[in-house]
């Protein structure tokens, strides 16, 4: 036979709905990740999207070399797929770069930030104390700290590494400690009469109901993550999409500084796809 | 008076539950001094209104939440936290949104890191007309299914006692009946000691074998009413005149009676 539970001891039991205030929190829940993906429907609605990117890019087209609008100024639409397309190779290992910057700085920074969250909100105390400095990390810029960084780490990946995790890693804790102060006393409750132990109820419903909100974060953090990486590539260093970005702008070489735009813009939207995805999977039953 | 007839050992016994919160706003009393024992087999109607400390009561014997003094002793035993012999059943289901039907039966096994009784949990899901249903969501099912589905995920580990929590407030009136008959024959033919907590008069009547009647703030028993309604009841029972009279009884006796401290147990030989 185990003990009360800690939480319940001297709780009313009274479940009022809608505790936690995580759907209040409507920017950028997933409800409206879905409004953006998950209302296109059908093949008419698909197809009119791809309409209207035909008219914009054949209109862009058309109107650039209407003007004799120069190259240096605006490159057309299909000289700057055609720079990516023969370019290609010069850029894949500053693709590679960048997506590695993100990948691993992204991967420490969100872990670091769901193990906090997932600590800190179990105890309110700490919680208040440590609310402001997190805040603090979240407004500010990660970017700005990049030539600091560079001097202490030189110019190789770890500055950039580094930034990356410091950009992603607030992102990610905030919006997870979002989730994970939503409690539902009344399925604690269900978990405790049946035997679980902290732990357990942790695991089992804790974890699932922060879920939503943990998906929510990573999106913005990877995201954030994108930005800084670029940024810190543009500062310093000698490699990386931003790096190419600066590099071609010198250069006047606007088909392949529009190239580096449009792979930016892929990853960006990869990612947007890729947790829509997994919220679909993970957290579909909030809406 | 016990219902059934038997004299013997009482399967659960509170002894003089006191529960008072400490809240920001001062010392809120749930529950004073209530003492109720409560026979193998028997179905118990915890009746009163909102806020007059049952959910506290039913926490209590749970082994939910300690009380601020008195105990609760399941058979014979003090009950000090969640205990395997006691199930619960929640308001509103109380289903884990983010896992299927089958999922959510499962995990009290999980969480005793048992294997699952696949059989006994196939036996009840097709006694309560669920089979089929295994991997809907529970926002794909009724919320009279989603009750079903909860009162197969307490009994799936095989309880002695049964701790419901006003199951069927949150359903329409039909399902309510419904559900209630349903209720009445998996207690009959398993013989579970069932403590069912409600604010519904007619349900009580319907369901119970004793109801202990509550007054509100704080908390007190305030009458006892024994149901002798031959079993098994159908629904037409709830429109023969002594089923009004119960409730009429009932509803004059917290019309009249909230306020007297009395445990005058009212006798209704029907």
């Known amino acids: 036979m185990s003990t009360v539970d800690r939480e319940l001891q001297d709780t009313i039991p009274e479940f009022k709905k809608d505790k936690g205030g995580a759907q209040t929190v409507d920017i950028t829940n997933l409800s409206a990740m879905s409004g953006a993906l998950g209302s296109i429907r059908s093949w008419a609605e698909v197809g009119a999207i791809l309409l209207v990117a035909v008219v914009i890019v054949g209109g862009a087209e058309l109107l650039l070399r209407l003007l004799e609008v120069p190259q240096y100024i605006l490159p057309t639409p299909s000289q700057t797929v055609t720079a990516l397309v023969t370019d290609f190779p010069l850029l894949a290992p500053h693709i590679g770069v960048t997506l590695t910057e993100l990948g691993v700085g992204f991967a420490i920074g969100a872990a670091i930030g769901f193990v906090l969250a997932a600590v800190i909100t179990q105890f309110p105390f700490v919680e208040k104390i440590v609310a402001p400095y997190i805040l603090v990390l979240v407004t500010t810029p990660m970017l700005a700290l990049v030539p600091l960084l560079i001097l202490r780490f030189g110019f190789g990946l770890e500055p950039r590494i580094i930034a990356v995790a410091l950009a992603s890693g607030p992102m990610v804790m905030i919006n997870s400690a979002t989730g994970f102060r939503r409690t539902d006393l009344a399925k604690i409750a269900l978990a405790r009469s049946f035997g679980a132990s902290t732990l357990q109820i942790f695991l089992k419903i804790r974890i699932p109901m922060a879920m939503p909100m943990v998906i929510v974060g990573l999106m913005i953090g990877s995201i954030f993550g994108l930005l800084t990486a670029v940024g810190a590539e543009m500062v310093g260093g000698s490699s990386g999409l931003g790096n190419r970005l600066a590099y071609y702008s010198s250069l006047i070489q606007m088909p392949q500084f529009f190239a580096c735009i449009l792979i930016l813009a892929l990853i960006g939207i990869s990612i947007y796809v890729l947790f829509f995805w997994i919220g679909k999977k993970w957290a579909s039953w909030e809406s | ?270």
């Open chain 2, 1 to 270: 008076m016990r219902a059934n007839g038997t004299e013997g050992p009482a399967k659960l016994v509170v002894e003089h539950a006191t529960k008072h919160y400490q809240t920001k706003s001062g010392t809120v009393r749930a529950l004073e001094d209530y003492s109720m024992a409560v026979a193998p087999g028997e179905l118990i109607c915890v009746l009163g209104p909102s806020g007059c400390g049952k959910s506290t009561l039913l926490w209590a014997m749970a082994g939910l939440h300690g009380l601020t003094s008195g105990r609760v002793l399941l058979d014979g035993q003090p009950v000090t936290g969640p205990h395997p012999a006691i199930g619960m059943v929640f308001q509103e289901a109380n289903l884990l949104p983010w896992r299927n039907l089958i999922k959510n039966i499962q995990l009290p096994f999980e969480i005793k890191r048992a294997r699952p009784d696949q059989a006994r949990i196939d036996r009840l899901l097709a006694r309560v007309g669920l089979a089929g249903f295994e991997h809907k969501y529970p926002r794909e099912l009724s919320g009279g299914m989603q009750q079903r589905a909860s009162i197969v995920r307490s009994l799936s580990v095989d309880p002695e006692v049964l701790l419901m929590d006003e199951p069927f407030g949150a359903l329409d009136a039909f399902t309510r009946d419904e559900m209630n008959l349903l209720l009445q024959e998996i207690w009959l033919e398993t013989g579970k000691t069932i403590v069912f907590i409600t604010h519904n008069i007619a349900e009580a009547v319907f369901l119970a074998d004793r109801i202990m009647v509550m007054s509100p703030r704080p908390g007190r028993l305030a009458n006892v009413f024994t149901v002798d309604l031959p079993r098994p009841r159908p629904i037409s029972v709830t429109t023969e005149p002594h089923f009004f009279e119960l409730v009429a009884a009932i509803k004059g006796s917290i019309d009249h009676g909230a306020g007297a401290a009395g445990h005058a147990a009212v006798e209704l030989g029907l």
